[in-house]
């Protein structure tokens, strides 16, 4: 493993190249470390900005390999398992010099988080599951498609939901970087609890959203398929399982499962949020951070 030469928590941008592949990451804020996991996969970091918790934690930004500026494995688009996401967060704690930190993983990042903390819990001090879920796979896809049939009942009239359903329509299709980029700015009022009402705060977020094409199989193109349910039962990390109410992906269902199934976890429900509660109720959501983290465990 080599690294960049400035200190490894120092503000701002650093590399860390961990089995001959460069991982970038960004660290901003100050106080205890809490590395921030990003989702999609393929979403490039950016959108998962916490200010709010910057003024108080020192969180690490990853952009995880095969996105953004880190780079990417040799059989890109293919191979993104959890298990190679995983090596990079552990190498990538491992360089932060830290004896612990606290892991944060949204979305796809919450299942990259769960793994490494029923697999390589030995340098975290707690986890957040935010917006995650037990399982991906034909239960999952069958919720999401209810979920998103009540976004559609509830919007009938308005303008914009016939390219937000076109964009659903697309998922299967992408195979680009642009092609992601664009389904994933469609989509994204419908991971909001009423982006609508505030378009004008959220619009600017939407226009900067930006997206690696990662195609969710194994090097040998067979689905990578998770369920974790057999398993979180034995999860030791303590453990903070995050959702917003108006969840539409990894919604309330999932989040309760994760609750029941973790020993001894906690479970925040951002009352008038979606999929970013980050976005949607920062302060709500960063404060509930900074107790959990804070705690004694």
């Known amino acids: 493993m080599t690294t960049s030469a400035t200190a490894p928590l120092t503000e701002g941008t650093h590399t860390v190249e961990i089995d001959g592949v460069v991982q970038r990451y960004h660290v901003h804020g100050t106080g205890p470390v809490c590395v921030a996991h990003s989702g999609g996969p393929g979403i490039l970091w950016e959108y998962l900005r916490m200010p709010a918790?910057?003024?108080?934690?020192?969180?690490?930004?990853?952009?995880?390999?095969?996105?953004?500026?880190?780079?990417?494995?040799?059989?890109?688009?293919?191979?993104?398992?959890?298990?190679?996401?995983?090596?990079?967060?552990?190498?990538?704690?491992?360089?932060?010099?830290?004896?612990?930190?606290?892991?944060?993983?949204?979305?796809?990042?919450?299942?990259?988080?769960?793994?490494?903390?029923?697999?390589?819990?030995?340098?975290l001090a707690g986890v957040i599951l935010y917006e995650s879920a037990p399982l991906t796979g034909p239960e999952h896809g069958a919720e999401a498609v209810r979920m998103v049939q009540e976004f559609a009942a509830r919007h009938a009239e308005h303008p914009e939901l016939p390219g937000i359903m076109a964009a659903f329509q697309a998922i299967p299709a992408i195979s680009d970087d642009a092609r992601m980029t664009a389904v994933a700015q469609g989509l994204f009022p419908a991971y909001f609890a009423d982006y609508?009402?505030?378009?004008?705060?959220?619009?600017?977020?939407?226009?900067?959203?930006?997206?690696?094409?990662?195609?969710?199989?194994?090097?040998?193109?067979?689905?990578?398929?998770?369920?974790?349910?057999?398993?979180?039962?034995?999860?030791?990390v303590p453990t903070l399982v995050v959702v917003g109410r108006h969840d539409f992906i990894c919604g309330m269902r999932w989040a309760e499962e994760l609750h029941g199934l973790i020993p001894g976890s906690e479970l925040l429900?951002?009352?008038?949020?979606?999929?970013?509660?980050?976005?949607?109720?920062?302060d709500v959501f960063a404060r509930a951070i900074v107790d959990f983290v804070q705690a004694e465990k």
């Open 269 to 282: 429900i951002l009352e008038t949020s979606g999929h970013f509660g980050h976005i949607e109720e920062p």
């Open 53 to 123: 918790l910057e003024r108080h934690l020192t969180v690490v930004y990853p952009e995880p390999v095969g996105s953004g500026g880190s780079g990417r494995l040799p059989s890109h688009p293919h191979g993104y398992t959890r298990s190679r996401y995983s090596r990079f967060l552990d190498g990538l704690i491992e360089h932060l010099g830290v004896p612990e930190v606290h892991l944060l993983g949204h979305s796809h990042g919450g299942f990259v988080a769960q793994y490494h903390a029923l697999h390589h819990p030995e340098r």
């Open 196 to 236: 609508w009402g505030r378009e004008e705060e959220f619009a600017a977020a939407r226009a900067a959203v930006r997206a690696t094409y990662i195609s969710g199989l194994e090097e040998d193109l067979t689905p990578h398929v998770i369920d974790d349910r057999a398993e979180l039962g034995s999860l030791t």
